[in-house]
Structures are given as structure tokens and as C-alpha cells.
């Protein structure tokens, strides 16, 4: 077994996921939490503010903002609105078709605001 030191992040994740079934089940099931939390986090940065103020803004705990931005679980979707209004944001949610229509450049997206 090689040592992790040197490899990036990337690099890390990729071994781990090759060598391991339940770390890609786990990677997967986790994967939008993870691209919220990275949002969160991002917009909570620019803003300056701590964890614990934007819970206050967002009427929650410290806590729920701790596993929000963790990424591993999923968030109510009241809470997701809460947090976002608290960060002058606004939540939209929306799909993404399966399969494009061949005569346009990427698949179809609707979204709304929430």
C-alpha cells in the first residue's frame, strides 16, 4: 500500500473509489448534499459570516449548519429555504431531462424559484 502523502484530493478520492464498492455507494448517495453544502459554504464565505450567525439569520441550530455544510445527509427542504433566504439567496430548484433533444446543444433545464 502506497502512502496518500503527496496526492491530491482528487488523487485520493479516485484511488479510494476504485479500491472500494461501498466508498462509491457512499460517494453517490451523498453527491447533491455535498454540491449544496459546497454552495452554502461559498456564499456564506463572500458574506463574511460565521456558521452560527447564518443559523441565527436562518432561525436554526449552529449544529444543522455544521451537517448542512458536512455534506453527508440530506437537509429538509424548509431548512435549505431558511438558510438560503438568510444568505440573500434565493433557492431554486428545477430538473434536467434524462436524454437531449437531438437538435439542441445540451439537455432541457427548468428551474423555479422557491
Known amino acids: 500500500m502506497s502512502s496518500s502523502i503527496g496526492q491530491s484530493v482528487t488523487q485520493g478520492a479516485t ?3 476504485a479500491a472500494s464498492r461501498a466508498y462509491r455507494q457512499e460517494r453517490d448517495r ?22 452560527q450567525q447564518l443559523a441565527d439569520r436562518a432561525g436554526t441550530s449552529h449544529s444543522a449548519i455544521s ?9 429538509h ?14 433557492l431554486l430548484l428545477g430538473y434536467e431531462e434524462h436524454e437531449k433533444d437531438p437538435a439542441e446543444k445540451e439537455p432541457r433545464r427548468e428551474l423555479v424559484a422557491i
Open 15 to 17: 484511488k479510494r473509489a
Open 77 to 90: 427542504l424548509d431548512t435549505l429555504h431558511r438558510v438560503f433566504d438568510a444568505l440573500g439567496a434565493t
Open 30 to 51: 451523498t453527491r447533491s448534499w455535498a454540491r449544496i453544502a459546497k454552495l452554502v459554504i461559498q456564499r456564506r464565505t463572500v458574506l463574511g459570516i460565521t456558521q
Open 67 to 75: 451537517r448542512l455544510e458536512a455534506g453527508r445527509q440530506a437537509t
